[in-house]
């Protein structure tokens, strides 16, 4: 077998792959790294995973339907992340290459900064510590409880599954809006979406992002929301119209927001609304912890075993398009 092909670039390699893991991954082959220090677009991901029968790929490298046109040598495509919508899952089933991806390892992370950002939004610290840094003196502002107040949970995913409990721990009341999944744990309530932002007082969005979700927070959903409550974004950034958000800031309609997500390269906040007052930024760091990074990265090196002995890995997305794998002896 030819090398494994390690798109990341060295801050990627370092902060979203880990040295455990690569040093696992070299121990099932020759690995190739990413020479250029930056991110590959698909010739150059094209040129340098050349010979390369194995690809392992950070998410901001996309592979476009004309890179598997000019990847002869690729029979496995695996990214170390949930998302795979820049990679053309369809143009790589055409071409017989098989497309992985690993599972959230990031919930509890996440949901933990969910509840990070709920109390920091309730009681204003990023906005006090950023007024006594500047040599301000902070107004004494009246802050709220999370005990007593309800928490609104746009989709139910593995990170809803795992904040919706503490939430409740903490005295929360909590909704889900969800309408593929069927809500019945105790302590949650079911309800449609214009219900769950008229009563929030904080609104998470979790939602899964595809075309249904683009958007999904417009100036419509805003204006339903209870008037001074808080939206949170821990998805991604595309399920927000920024333009509808910062109108319902500036009216007072909202009380503030906090989001690790936006429309920014590499998903991160946008600036424009990052550097507001009455919102919270983080440059999209909700799973950056060893645990979640390992969790995915070593993910890919047990799809590496898994393809040299000859077994279709766990994460795989179309494997009944991937007719090179006999090239590495796959069933």
């Given amino acids: 077998m030819g090398p494994i092909f390690l798109s990341h670039a060295p801050d990627m390699l370092e902060k979203y792959y880990g040295e455990r893991a690569l040093a696992a991954l070299r121990r099932l082959g020759e690995v190739r790294l990413n020479p250029t220090g930056g991110v590959l677009d698909a010739a150059g991901l094209a040129l340098h995973a050349r010979g390369c029968p194995i690809i392992v790929s950070d998410r901001q490298t996309a592979a476009p339907a ?7 040598d690729l029979v496995a495509l695996l990214r170390c992340a949930v998302d795979i919508r820049n990679i053309d899952v369809e143009a ?6 098989l497309v992985t991806r690993a599972t959230p390892g990031f919930t509890a992370a996440v949901a933990e900064m969910a509840i990070g950002f709920m109390i920091d939004l309730a009681r204003g610290i990023s906005r006090s510590a950023g007024e006594y840094r500047s040599g301000q003196e902070p107004e004494a502002r009246m802050g709220r409880q999370l005990r007593g107040s309800t928490l609104g949970l746009i989709g139910f995913g593995a990170i809803s ?9 903490l005295g929360m009341s909590v909704l889900v809006s969800d309408p593929y ?15 769950l932002l008229a009563q929030s007082d904080f609104v998470v969005c979790l939602a899964v992002a595809n075309d249904e979700t683009e958007n999904l927070m417009d100036a419509d959903a805003f204006g339903r929301m209870k008037p001074g409550a808080f939206f949170v974004n821990l998805s991604r950034g595309n399920l927000v119209d920024e333009a509808a958000l910062a109108a319902a800031l500036d009216s007072g309609r909202l009380a503030g927001a906090a989001m690790d997500v936006g429309r920014a390269p590499d998903q991160k906040p946008s600036p424009e609304l990052a550097s507001r007052p009455d919102v919270i930024a983080t440059p999209h760091i909700g799973g950056l912890t060893p645990q979640a990074i390992e969790h995915q990265s070593l993910e890919t090196v047990a799809q590496v075993e898994a393809l040299l002995a000859g077994r279709v890995p766990a994460g795989a997305v179309n494997a009944d398009a991937a007719t090179r794998l006999p090239r590495l002896g796959s069933r």
């Fill in 181 to 195: 999944k069927q809500v019945d744990a105790q302590g949650l309530r079911q309800v449609g979406l214009p219900d």
């Fill in 92 to 97: 790589a089933g055409r071409h017989g290459v």
């Fill in 161 to 169: 599954q795992e904040l919706a409990p503490m939430a409740v721990a």
């Fill in 66 to 72: 004309e890179f598997f046109a000019t990847a002869p």
